[in-house]
């Protein structure tokens, strides 16, 4: 394993075994597993989880890592191709990224949606721009549209608690007071999709995730075995859910246009995720936010403070998770399994 | 020892046990004696000495930390219980900080006063809202009104300069351009009547320490045999000192109200240590200060480097205390004393 | 060796035997070689190579590191001395200084030139106001005229190129949207100098190194051997090179007045190194930079992309150039080579 870029790089059942490895390592720590081993992370976004679990994998496997958060301690970096840059930016990513990677063993980066030009963002363009400068391991810490580590400790949390390979996963949208990016949603419904779930993704009028979106991750539940529909219906996406997944996320119908997205969300107040979105669903149904969660704005507190979340344990399940991939990526031993 | 959230919470033949093991691990390093272990260290406000001393502390016991600062690089930080999060703050302590103790073996927190409402910042409202919700050991790196780090720090420079239990230590107010918080005042005082020492807060009009404060202190110091007193004299204050230990402030008796605070201190430009401050003070009064310092405004350069000065000392021993801080709090091992 | 602050502290004999032993480190990595050592690393500036390079340096020998940013997450620290600090600045560097230092086995400082007086910034004033209260090894990470590190690493890329001794090396200025300093030409003229080249800076009017720079460059080339002209014209200059090595900087016709700078260098647009500077160059003359570059305004894609470019190369050398500085400062076991 060379990149970890997108689950849908890997087979179900390679994920599988990342997952697998990542609850070894919870058993069985292998302190000095990536002895020697550096990582280098570059955050062009802000960051909580990623940025400690990364820090602290390492060091939970005798690796070490360092940190650099462009236009904060070092220089704006540029993306754009051909770029005359007489602005802000003091560097361009085609020098920086491959100086970073000659003095680390991988890289990981976070570079966001810029959130324009959606065709642009589907594309990934700027983070395949920056992927091609690279040539060490690398891993995607949260791109245009794609969020593969929250992903793979999202689905290690489903295996963790025995959640149903067939079960009902909603993916909820929830509101938000500013536009955010599609990466966690668009990793979301392909997970669930890709693990063989009955997936609804519910959302209101303008919220549609983009057909580029829906098509890979119905792909994903083509081979899996799994489903993937959506609608605007609470009632019927709830009904005998196992599994609520609420993300903020943009207007895809009014795409960088954040003022149109403030008008239509003006009226979607109830997107609010409170305990009565639970009556039709089953008994134990569970709630997950990939977090930061915005409290009685996107979900109330009682939701998040009561018995059906478990979003501590999805952002817990980073560190194992993020392990099993830094172990692949960087142990030269044999895996001690 | 699992908390390490103020003074008072030990006795002070446990804070001399503290102080023997600092002393005893600048003598006999134990480079292995947290290996594996991590800390996560969360700075809502600025730090020199914290923010160095801590990971030098981790690296010189053989663990390692990561450094968490909320709004830069990472999301701000709601602490209001019940808040409905449409503002700048984009995730609550109430997961953030389950989130990082899930990934460290121990949490170190700095969060200032806020300045506002002064029963607020004397109940440490915020900093108890967050240390409910750590279930890791856990460090007060600065709170509201304490700053347990500094003031074990100090205690050992003393002890190690061997100034008598009984001496006279004055605690005196000092000008600054702005209002600054109550911590290292409510700490200091409390240290000392907590040593045992005789103790004088010298301030003026507008600056008296709360009466918790000032309570706190002389209970500490009806245990010790030591004494607490105040006064605006500064001849009074400084007959026969052995100590003087400078700190600015902001007025108690306008908490919260910056422009009343500064027409206060507009007059008070002559609270600036100088050499003529010591006229009736022990030949070798030393001078104190937790830094960082105001040269010119708070203390003339003169003092800062002349021979009374004992500040780098006592910065320097935030390392060797905080040390000894995280050997009790991490270390599995038996004590090698 | 006990401080690292300019190559000119060096005889070429001994920056070649540093330049040996960061060859020696890249083949034979001494992963234990500073275990238990630290190193504070101080950016007044911002950084990307200096800040990742000199953290993954300690790594690669078993060190570990912290760094402190000034005025994020940090104080801001005032540098002038008998300065009254009642402005921005919360703490001295005759404090934070020797109290960063106590706590580490070696101090890196970068700290940019002021910008407004030139004879202030020539005589490294600020600099050495900081390197005079600091009792510990310490390595310059760049000052106001001087950037050692870079140099040795240059000049370790000429080394691993075998470049010849008295090959022609032109440090040409080009042009960027601001001000930028004095430190890398000073550094590279007087490095090529004291490596023994037939130096020429080439640079439009307004634009001359000053007389100081010049005179040090001089003086080293007439030890080892080499020379060091200057020519506004660019077909004399490249007849013949064997390295073009551009650089932008300010004006020192109008030192201190961005605006008279900005007049000037509008008119020099043509300054952006293109294919067409190489026509009467050695048929394999190479491309450098110490980067950062602003493409397409200093350097052309076409350059930057092509076969000419070692500037990667050169950051690259950063990494062991560094070791070996550090491995010389920090060290206490016999040199295995």
Known sequence: MNRFLDLADFSREEVLDLISLAQHLEKHPEPQALAGKILGLVFFNPSLRTLSSFQVGMMRLGGSSFVITPGQGTWQLETRTGAVMNGGAAEHVREGLPVLASYADALGIRAFAEGKDLQYDLAETAFKAMASVVDKPLINLESAVNHPCQALADWKTLEDRHVPQRAKFVLSWANHPRVTPLAV???????????????????????????????KARAAAATS??????????????????????????????????????????????????????????????????????????????????????VLQEAYNRLPAQMAVLHRLLSTGVSQR
């Open 225 to 310: 075995g799994g489903s993937v529909t959506e609608t605007t219906d609470r009632a019927t996406a709830m009904q005998g859910a196992h599994i609520l997944y609420a993300k903020e996320w943009g207007s895809t119908a009014h795409y960088g246009d954040a003022a149109a997205d403030a008008a239509l969300r003006a009226n979607l107040s109830d997107w609010c995720v409170r305990e009565s979105w639970f009556d039709t669903a089953a008994a134990d149904c569970k709630f997950m936010h990939c977090l930061p969660v915005r409290r009685n704005v996107a979900v109330a507190d009682d939701i998040l403070d009561g018995p059906r979340s478990i």
């Open 185 to 215: 949603p668009a990793a979301t419904v392909h997970m669930a999709a890709q693990r063989g779930m009955e997936v609804v993704v519910l959302r209101p009028e303008g919220y549609a995730l983009p057909p580029e979106i829906m098509d």
